[in-house]
């Protein structure tokens, strides 16, 4: 088996046994969901590569791709069509239609955990697989963290210490090669639905994504 730090998915992955344990529970309940390690969505290679937390029950979990079918992924990908990463402004399934350009969205862990919290071990665990997948963000590319536990879980797997880079939403932090880490409160029902986060203020982290992707085009 090929060594998992070079790799940025894996779909027979069952390393976390509390994990693995909780989708068998999942998929017998609900036989038609993907109930395994969901893979990042879009272009290798791309620009803006997009940090989640994990997927969610009935969303990627059931989909088999990232914030599809999940209430989360209602804000996002409105976003990402209207800043032109999207074809589409809604996702419903794998087979939809939609598609990313010049845009990858992946998790800091791949696998459904119960309660939509993932312990610090599974974070960890996982964090080989998007050291991968983010060692493909080319020089001047941006990297969207949804979230605190995606901002640390992004530091881990650049190498770079979490005391340097304070989460806050808005909050841009250049990375070697001319990179930007751009924080943003997730997208989640709670946040929006309270408030914490509005279109107007995720339409704000999309343009300073943007404005840094033109500046180093």
Request: with cysteine; aromatic share 8%.
């Amino acid at each position: 088996m090929p060594d998992s730090r070079s790799r940025t998915y894996d779909e027979a992955c069952r390393r976390c046994g509390r994990l693995a344990a909780f989708l068998a529970d999942v998929h017998r309940e609900h036989p038609t969901y993907w109930c395994k390690p969901v893979p990042p969505f879009g272009e290798t290679g791309a620009r803006l590569v997009i940090v989640g937390l994990a997927p969610g029950m009935h969303g990627a979990n059931a989909s088999g791709r990232p914030f599809t079918g999940d209430y989360a992924g209602i804000l996002l990908y409105e976003t990402l069509h209207r800043h032109g990463f999207a074809s589409r402004p809604v996702a419903t399934s794998r087979g939809d239609g939609l598609r990313l350009a010049g845009c990858r969205i992946t998790n800091a862990v791949k696998c459904l955990p119960p309660g939509n919290k993932p312990t610090p071990a599974e974070v960890r665990e996982c964090n080989a697989y998007l050291a991968a997948d983010l060692r493909t963000v080319p020089a001047g590319g941006a990297i969207l963290a949804l979230g605190r536990i995606a901002h640390d879980a992004t530091l881990r797997a650049l190498d770079l210490r979490a005391a340097g880079f304070r989460f806050a939403h808005g909050a841009p932090h250049p990375l070697p090669g001319g990179r930007l880490l751009v924080d943003s409160y997730h997208c989640s029902r709670y946040n929006t639905n309270t408030g914490r986060l509005t279109a107007a203020m995720f339409d704000a982290v999309f343009d300073r994504i943007a404005a840094h992707l033109s500046e180093k085009r």
